[in-house]
């Protein structure tokens, strides 16, 4: 049973609120129990026991005053004047009315002692219910009610939220006591900037400040003035910690009305843009509409596949030395019902970021390998790559998918090849060689794309069976640098000696084809030879490139 839905214990808070009205309820009890023992028969029948009601309500609302005084006046009520028998005309012995008063008593300070304990107990697990475990400051709930509170009584107040972003980043490398010890430092730095009374400990790594009247200019300044303090590293135990932290800022009433929205506002200010420079943010409502956006989509991801609302199109990839098209490469559109073309960098984030990935990547796959036996039957020989995310390759069951498409569809392996980003690879570099090595025995090309923007680009050339390397389209744009000129040269030398083919994508211009041909640039990609096209197209641009 759920105390609080209790009406008994209600009705027992109640009382201990208003003790003029317990006591009259006491004495109505005392003398309706009197009553009863004397119309039933008198005190020899076991009616005297309904005297522990008014009692035990003295012991909860009095404690063992009030309980003492209510047993005493209990057992006289019940003793001299109250026949043993009423119909008999017998009365109580003195020691039989006496003993019971005894009872009355001990029973009342016993439960009395026992009311107290629990609500001591009680008050102990409230307290601890509002404190932070580790700091002892005040935590989230207690924050929630302070809210509360300064809200009812119409106070306009700034919410400031401060975070250690690097504190996970910190603990790989150090004692829990260091963590600890830069807990409360920072929480020391905060005291001397704000009251102690309004800060609040709501997480680990998370501090929360209220100030009241305080205006969002104010406010911000406030947060500048207090995050100045770790622009140098900080000692901990004379070892210097160099912490970053982020802040964020939301106003009562200009954010919200009511602490739960204050504080959901509060947390994604601390994603939102920085302000000056600072690591300061502040809440922006067309945030809260872009979150909003988000999520319409992510529902509508659902259903996109049941729908059909998903198509496939194809970039045609020029090899520079046989002038001829080498493969393709397939990107994935997406027409909604209600918001039209959604951009793919959107809508994939958005899907790896809810696990959807899995079932969009098994679709893309199906419908190339489809695509594939329908060029064939009309004597179209080609390659398609497509893009796999690093959700995709935490997912075994990819690797089974593709091995079941191609045995079941009789689909040449290397009809197919895979492209990942550097990112994809640093995300499951314990998997992802594994994983490649199943894909390159299955007779799979595999591509690694972005080149050069990720971490330990030669060791992953190096350690994976990568077959082609993509140059990112940042070092295309910028090739007619003079300063990139010789950057990009040698990226091709060492992937060439290391038996791996270049494709260089974005390429626009004839400038940058006649610079990468003398480079010594195997393929390129891009909207100067085509954009990307309909599959019904593929095999009209084919055949028209070869009579180029």
Request: hydrophobic content about 40%.
């Amino acid at each position: 049973m759920r105390p609080l839905s209790n009406p008994l214990l209600k009705l027992l808070l109640k009382l201990r609120r208003k003790p003029f009205f317990s006591v009259c309820c006491i004495v109505m009890l005392i003398l309706m129990t009197d009553i009863v023992v004397y119309k039933t028969g008198g005190t020899e029948f076991a009616f005297t026991h309904i005297m522990y009601i008014p009692i035990i309500v003295s012991a909860f609302v009095f404690g063992m005053r009030g309980s003492l005084l209510t047993s005493i006046i209990a057992g006289i009520t019940l003793g001299p004047a109250m026949p043993m028998n009423t119909a008999g005309g017998i009365m109580q012995e003195p020691r039989s009315w006496l003993l019971r008063t005894v009872f009355f008593i001990v029973m009342g300070l016993v439960i009395a002692y026992l009311f107290q304990r629990i609500k001591t107990e009680h008050q102990k697990l409230i307290k601890k219910s509002y404190e932070h475990y580790l700091t002892g400051y005040p935590n989230l709930n207690k924050l929630r009610l302070d809210c509360d509170e300064i809200i009812s009584k119409g106070i306009p107040f700034s919410l400031l939220v401060f975070k250690i972003t690097n504190l996970d980043y910190i603990n790989k490398y150090v004692d829990y006591i260091v963590e600890e010890k830069i807990v409360f430092n920072v929480l020391e730095i905060l005291t001397n900037h704000f009251d102690k009374i309004n800060i609040y400990c709501i997480a680990k790594s998370q501090f929360a400040v209220i100030i009241r009247e305080c205006s969002i200019d104010n406010a911000c300044c406030k947060s500048k003035e207090f995050l100045h303090n770790f622009r140098e590293p900080v000692l901990i135990d004379g070892l210097p910690v160099d912490l970053t932290l982020r802040g964020g800022i939301v106003n009562h009433p200009l954010h919200g009305t009511e602490s739960d929205d204050l504080l959901k506002k509060l947390w994604r200010s601390l994603d939102q843009e920085r302000i000056d420079e600072e690591d300061i943010s502040i809440y922006e409502n067309r945030t809260a509409q872009k979150n909003k956006e988000n999520y319409e989509v992510m529902i509508s991801l659902y259903d996109a596949i049941k729908n059909n609302e998903f198509s496939i199109v194809y970039q045609p990839k020029i090899n520079l030395k046989r002038n001829e098209v080498i493969g393709l490469e397939a990107l994935l559109r997406w027409n909604n019902g209600t918001r039209g073309y959604i951009n793919p960098e959107e809508f994939i984030q958005l899907a790896e970021y809810t696990g959807y990935i899995n079932e969009i990547t098994k679709w893309v796959v199906e419908n190339v390998i489809d695509q594939l036996l329908a060029w064939k039957s009309e004597d179209l020989i080609t390659k398609v790559a497509i893009n796999i995310s690093s959700k995709d390759l935490k997912d075994d069951s990819i690797i089974d998918y593709i091995k079941e498409q191609l045995e079941c569809k009789k689909i040449e392996p290397s009809a197919l090849e895979f492209e990942l980003t550097e990112r994809t690879i640093v995300d499951n570099e314990n998997k992802v060689g594994h994983l490649l090595g199943d894909l390159s025995n299955l007779g799979l090309k595999i591509s690694l794309d972005d080149f050069g923007t990720g971490h330990n680009s030669l060791i992953h050339l190096v350690k994976l069976p990568i077959d082609y390397v993509k140059l990112d389209k940042f070092f295309i744009h910028n090739i007619e640098d003079i300063n990139n000129k010789p950057l990009i040269e040698g990226v091709i030398k060492t992937v060439h000696t290391l038996g791996m083919e270049v494709i260089a994508e974005g390429v626009e211009n004839e400038d940058q084809v006649k610079i990468l041909k003398a480079m010594g640039c195997d393929n390129i990609q891009g909207y100067y030879f085509s954009k990307p096209l309909q599959p019904d197209a593929i095999k009209e641009f084919i055949s028209a490139f070869k009579n180029i």
